[in-house]
């Protein structure tokens, strides 16, 4: 642990306690913080490498990406005294604009998810994405049974959420592109299923009550979350006890192009990572394991969770 009057020194400068102040609550690339600051790479690089060096920042690798976050396993008096310096620098002009900046930055990530979106509306179910395949999704409509209230989570055009609501009582498919929506609302009314209901919505605030369902199913959808965390936490609170949330996502890959290709903000997860983001939500009964794997490369591989809230 590095000398508390260092991290003092260290934070001296205004523009590390800038960066501290960004990536307090924000996972942010180098790039996106090159965009928050409007400095140069060579430099923010600098700074990040310090404050790195004395474990204030952890950071993840995504591809050719890493991503940097403030660390949360701080001491307590360590924490005490970067909350301090946070709140007397909060009021200035740097800071403010910064908090400004952020606020586009990530606006920015969400457009570019939902213009991707929007521009597939109508032929997901006809163009290849990675991880959709039918032998995956077959396993888990296995975990599903009839006469249940689910929520199709980042469901696009819901076409998995038509083929439930033949059997469901009530399915609800949230998606945030609006476009997505429309397609799919004008599909439900063509086949008649008036227990569809297409909703317009973030699954990291997703506009259901609580405890109002009974299976919270995220099918691809995980990987194009900001905070895939708080996505699950959202899970865990529409569902009702004994309710279940059922995930197939990718598992971790490298393969960096999907970010561009179909909008990617996490190239998949570990079994481990998926596990522990079940368990910090809340969730208990936790399974696991990969379904499918494609034979062409880059070889994706999609993994089956499952797990109840008690």
């Known amino acids: 642990m590095p000398d508390i009057w260092d991290i003092i020194k260290l934070l001296s400068d205004s ?28 430099r923010i690089s600098s700074h990040l490498s310090l404050m790195r060096q004395v474990n204030l920042l952890i950071d993840r690798k995504e591809g050719k990406k890493t991503f940097y976050v403030l660390n949360e396993a701080l001491s307590e008096s360590l924490n005490d005294l970067i909350e301090s310096i946070l709140v007397a620098i909060s009021d200035s002009d740097n800071v403010r604009l910064d908090r400004e900046n952020l606020k586009r930055v990530l606006e920015k990530r969400k457009q570019y998810a939902e213009e991707y979106f929007n521009s597939v509306a109508g032929r997901l179910g006809k163009d290849y994405c990675p991880g959709r395949s039918w032998e995956a999704i077959g396993h888990m409509l296995l975990l599903l049974t009839s006469r249940l209230t ?27 592109a609006p476009k997505m929506v429309e397609f799919g609302k004008a599909l439900a009314d063509k086949n008649k299923l008036t227990n569809l209901e297409y909703v317009l919505g973030d699954i990291e605030s997703i506009p259901l009550k609580d405890s109002s369902v009974e299976v919270a199913l995220l099918s691809q959808a995980l990987h194009h979350a900001n905070h895939p965390q708080m996505a699950l936490k959202e899970a865990f609170r529409i569902l009702k006890p004994n309710g279940r949330v059922i ?64």
């Open 15 to 42: 523009t590390r306690s800038r960066i501290l102040a960004i990536l307090k609550n924000e996972e942010l690339s180098v790039a996106e913080l090159q965009d928050v600051l409007d400095m140069g790479q060579s």
């Open 247 to 310: 995930i197939l996502d990718l598992l971790e890959h490298d393969f960096e192009k999907t970010r561009e290709l179909y909008a990617d903000v996490w190239l998949g997860f570990s079994e481990n990572k998926l596990y522990q983001m079940l368990k910090e939500s809340g969730f208990k009964s936790i399974e696991m394991n990969v379904v499918s794997k494609e034979e062409e490369e880059p070889n994706f591989q999609t993994i089956l969770a499952s797990a109840i809230k008690t």
């Open 150 to 176: 689910i929520a199709d989570l980042g469901a696009g055009e819901g076409l998995i959420s038509q083929l439930l609501a033949r059997g469901a009582e009530k399915v609800y498919c949230v998606d945030n």
